[in-house]
């Protein structure tokens, strides 16, 4: 990808030019180097061509700041690869700098750099066409409906999810930064990640992409929790018993609520006189991807928690390794 470096008025910049595929580095007299000595902007200006061509998200909303986040997630992950590994974007370029903060942003500690890391709170800006300060315009003024501010949210995310914290009472279990990158990459590559989606879609491509990587491992449930600790996301379909994991527990659980939900008589004896075992949030125990919670489910469930570990014969389906994959829609990845 051909690079342009040169001088420029007012900031130090870094930008992709979606149109001619370049990328031009601008400095400024700030005191801040130019951004083309530090690798991770450099990663993050590439992987916008990654996002051009693969998710094409846009560059308003949600999906640009979902944009802006992939583009530092990738920044931090090459960076990290090459041994530079820390949690802040171009801190080579502020080197010179004496007074903190050097670096342009932090996915460990966004409002350090006026960035929010939990949504609806702090920096956070409501980038929506509805709801209280709602942004009906996207524009200049108002950063496309404030991009840069809540690009901090899945930064957050991916900061807990491949290194570990526990934020907003929720503890998220690190599965390592290789790992994380494979996921939102699998949720690129995959156009789980398209157009002008939310963070909830973005969640649910998230968690759905770590279903399909590794089924065996936590990575689904971390993916999950990292969401659910920025408070974009709030559970993980097939956890009908709310436990973090998929396990047989969940059957009985969702056999008993499928079966006691109906029943009028006997009346369930628990402390719901409508069901002794409701499922809250009721979407986890939604897994076959058509929104409503019934037997269907009861039987995805079954057969994904025992095709899980049967390795002969092989489940026969489109994915050659479960075919019961959970199947995490929009019901269950709700914004609070
Ligand atoms: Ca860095
Ligand atoms: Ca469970
Ligand atoms: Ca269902
Ligand atoms: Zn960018």
């Given at each position: 990808m051909a690079s342009i470096v040169g001088h420029t008025q007012g900031v130090n910049n870094a930008i992709f030019d979606k149109e001619s595929d370049l990328v031009y580095y601008l400095i400024a007299d700030s005191g801040v180097l130019s951004y083309a000595g530090s690798l991770d902007v450099v990663a993050h200006e590439w992987a916008h061509g990654i996002t051009k061509y693969?998710?094409?998200?846009?560059?308003?909303r949600e999906a640009g700041a979902l944009n802006e986040s992939f583009s530092d997630m990738f920044g931090v992950a090459v960076e990290w690869a090459n041994g530079s590994q820390n949690w802040v974007i171009a801190e080579t370029s502020y080197n010179n700098l004496t007074n903190p903060p050097d670096y342009l942003h932090s996915l460990y500690f966004p409002p350090s750099r006026?960035?929010?890391?939990?949504?609806?709170?702090?920096w956070w800006k409501n980038p929506r066409l509805t709801g209280p300060d709602s942004c009906p315009n996207p524009d200049t003024t108002n950063d496309s409906c404030w991009v840069t501010r809540n690009m901090g949210i899945p930064n957050k995310m991916f900061y807990l999810l491949a290194n570990g914290g526990f934020f907003n009472n929720v503890t998220v279990t690190g599965i390592g930064i290789q790992n994380a990158m494979a996921i939102m990459f699998r949720a690129t590559f995959q156009k789980?990640?398209?157009?002008?989606?939310?963070f909830a879609r973005a969640a649910t491509g998230s968690i759905k992409a770590a279903f399909e990587l590794n089924y065996v491992s936590s990575w689904p449930q971390q993916t999950s929790k990292a969401w659910t600790a920025v408070k974009v996301c709030d559970t993980m379909p097939g956890d009908a018993n709310g436990s973090g994991g998929i396990a047989i527990t969940d059957v009985i659980y969702l056999v008993n609520y499928v079966f006691d939900k109906s029943r009028v008589s006997p009346p369930c004896n628990g402390t719901d006189p409508g069901t002794c075992w409701p499922i809250d949030p009721n979407c986890q125990g939604e897994l076959n991807g058509d929104i409503s919670v019934n037997i269907q489910d009861v039987i995805w469930l079954v057969n994904y928690v025992f095709d899980?570990?049967?390795?002969?014969?092989?489940?026969?389906?489109?994915n050659p390794i479960n075919c019961w994959l959970p199947i995490p829609t929009d019901v269950c990845c709700k914004l609070p």
């Amino acid at each position: 990808m051909a690079s342009i470096v040169g001088h420029t008025q007012g900031v130090n910049n870094a930008i992709f030019d979606k149109e001619s595929d370049l990328v031009y580095y601008l400095i400024a007299d700030s005191g801040v180097l130019s951004y083309a000595g530090s690798l991770d902007v450099v990663a993050h200006e590439w992987a916008h061509g990654i996002t051009k061509y693969m998710s094409n998200l846009r560059g308003r909303r949600e999906a640009g700041a979902l944009n802006e986040s992939f583009s530092d997630m990738f920044g931090v992950a090459v960076e990290w690869a090459n041994g530079s590994q820390n949690w802040v974007i171009a801190e080579t370029s502020y080197n010179n700098l004496t007074n903190p903060p050097d670096y342009l942003h932090s996915l460990y500690f966004p409002p350090s750099r006026q960035q929010a890391e939990t949504w609806g709170e702090g920096w956070w800006k409501n980038p929506r066409l509805t709801g209280p300060d709602s942004c009906p315009n996207p524009d200049t003024t108002n950063d496309s409906c404030w991009v840069t501010r809540n690009m901090g949210i899945p930064n957050k995310m991916f900061y807990l999810l491949a290194n570990g914290g526990f934020f907003n009472n929720v503890t998220v279990t690190g599965i390592g930064i290789q790992n994380a990158m494979a996921i939102m990459f699998r949720a690129t590559f995959q156009k789980y990640w398209k157009d002008s989606i939310d963070f909830a879609r973005a969640a649910t491509g998230s968690i759905k992409a770590a279903f399909e990587l590794n089924y065996v491992s936590s990575w689904p449930q971390q993916t999950s929790k990292a969401w659910t600790a920025v408070k974009v996301c709030d559970t993980m379909p097939g956890d009908a018993n709310g436990s973090g994991g998929i396990a047989i527990t969940d059957v009985i659980y969702l056999v008993n609520y499928v079966f006691d939900k109906s029943r009028v008589s006997p009346p369930c004896n628990g402390t719901d006189p409508g069901t002794c075992w409701p499922i809250d949030p009721n979407c986890q125990g939604e897994l076959n991807g058509d929104i409503s919670v019934n037997i269907q489910d009861v039987i995805w469930l079954v057969n994904y928690v025992f095709d899980k570990s049967r390795d002969n014969p092989y489940c026969e389906g489109a994915n050659p390794i479960n075919c019961w994959l959970p199947i995490p829609t929009d019901v269950c990845c709700k914004l609070p």
